[in-house]
């Protein structure tokens, strides 16, 4: 049992979740006073409250255990509590089969309707659904499932009824939320299955899936943005309390030895009153460029929701669009919510007149401009992809004179690196001409960049 707990602790820990030495040691302390023999449901909750510090961990776990152990009946009612948190998506079912395969549909159509996803995952327990044919192939699969389970069926009744006028808006809304969560949980047993049968390289695969610091930006499905934007706004308040590098007198601190000694010399040289001194935060004007093309727009909106969770780091903040056009949105951040602001923002005119992105034409028009409000006070980040789509100028010239005018220029790019040079993509050019330049795929490599500030 202790090696199983060391096994999934590894596991855990490659897949991106912190498990530290105490974590470890008071999971191993609890299972001693419980014994190795308990059951597949204490073992789950000792390992969810001793070794898991994050909401989303929980699910890893319960995945964790049910592959060793298999399927329990309180482990499935913590699965369905886990699966009424999460963000559910809409679903077509385009192409797929109109029966189930030995399912019972009038009782899982009731079920629908009445939103009773522990029947249906009971139901689903009971068909005992296995996915050899189709275990190459994760959209087949998922077809497969629906199509077996009678999803396909309940959802042509739940369309059939509101043609006919039997269910309101409401029911028929309601209908689609509990076939979204049928959905869902067609799609864990497909994962859970694909493990079992499969390498450890792929249970670490999956686990990182559904790891919201590991999930791309411009990738995550929309059930996955809820907890990548509780992460990131986590991340931005532990920044915000971090101390800077400047140190200031304070009562509490370390002893600045060199103040205390000059201090002394007042007392004939006796050190009767330490100087302490603690590192004060930092405020510096933070000026970011944010590409708004459909390409990078996802990751555009996680850096500004992250900037602006940690505002209170900055002096001053000054916000622009772009596509093919610079746009400063400054105004709309200060005249309301920031989470306001951000769902706001694509009403916003004047910074996409094409489509395309065209960095050369920005980065000119940003120098031409605002070159000369920059001050060795002023950090300037540029959030995009470099992509200039082959356009005439590139502005690199633009790019040096802004270096060269502000105390820092970055640029965070979430491809990864080795695309920077690949089609259209002037990365390893820009790069050239910024204090630093980033990969930013996901909220880890994120955290990895501040680290190194």
Not at 127 to 133: G, T
Not at 156 to 161: A, F, P
Not at 200 to 205: F, I, M, N
């Amino acid at each position: 049992m202790e090696y199983l707990l060391l096994d999934m602790a590894r596991l855990l820990r490659r897949a991106g979740i912190h498990v530290g030495t105490p974590e470890l040691e008071d999971c191993l302390q609890g299972l001693n006073r419980l014994g190795t023999k308990i059951s597949k449901y204490a073992f789950y909750q000792l390992v969810n409250t001793t070794m898991i510090k994050t909401p989303w961990g929980a699910e890893f776990v319960l995945w964790l255990t049910e592959l060793y152990y298999g399927p329990d009946p309180e482990l499935s009612n913590d699965h369905l509590q886990l699966l009424s948190r999460r963000q559910v998506t809409e679903v077509t079912g385009e192409g797929l089969g109109s029966s189930g395969r030995g399912a019972p549909v009038e009782l899982l159509a009731e079920a629908v309707l009445k939103k009773n996803i522990g029947l249906i995952y009971a139901v689903l327990q009971g068909l005992n659904i296995r996915l050899e044919p189709h275990w190459e192939d994760e959209e087949r699969a998922l077809e497969f499932f629906r199509e077996c389970s009678g999803w396909g069926e309940v959802r042509r009744r739940v369309e059939e009824s509101r043609r006919r006028g039997e269910l309101e808006e409401e029911e028929y809304a309601q209908a689609w939320e509990t076939l979204g969560e049928w959905n869902c949980l067609l799609q864990d047993q497909i994962e859970l299955q694909m493990i079992q049968t499969m390498s450890g390289q792929v249970l670490l695969d999956e686990l990182k899936k559904h790891n919201p610091r590991t999930i791309d930006f411009l990738a995550g499905e929309e059930r996955q943005i809820e907890p990548m934007f509780r992460e990131i706004q986590k991340l931005g308040r532990r920044l915000a309390v971090r101390p800077g590098r400047r140190r200031q007198v304070a009562g509490k601190g370390t002893i600045a030895l060199s103040r205390t000694v000059r201090r002394a010399l007042q007392t004939g040289g006796i050190p009767l009153a330490p100087v302490r001194v603690r590192r004060k935060p930092a405020k510096p004007d933070l000026w970011l460029l944010c590409d708004m093309s459909n390409s990078v727009s996802p990751f555009s909106y996680f850096m500004l929701l992250f900037v602006y969770a940690t505002q209170s780091r900055y002096a001053h903040i000054r916000t622009f669009l772009f596509v093919d056009a610079l746009l400063e949105v400054t105004e709309h951040f200060q005249g309301q919510d920031w989470s306001d602001a951000l769902h706001s923002m694509k009403r916003l005119k004047g910074f996409n007149l094409t489509g395309y992105s065209h960095y050369g034409k920005v980065l000119q028009q940003f120098a031409a401009e605002h070159l000369t409000q920059l001050s060795r006070k002023t950090t300037v980040i540029i959030l995009g992809d470099g992509k200039n789509n082959g356009y005439k100028p590139e502005g690199h010239e633009a790019l040096a004179q802004i270096k060269e005018s502000a105390a820092a220029l970055y640029w965070l790019n979430p491809l990864s690196r080795n695309l920077w040079g690949a089609a259209d993509c002037l990365m390893e050019k820009y790069e050239e001409n910024c204090t630093g330049a980033w990969p930013c795929c996901n909220i880890q490599q994120l955290e990895q960049f501040l680290l190194s500030l």
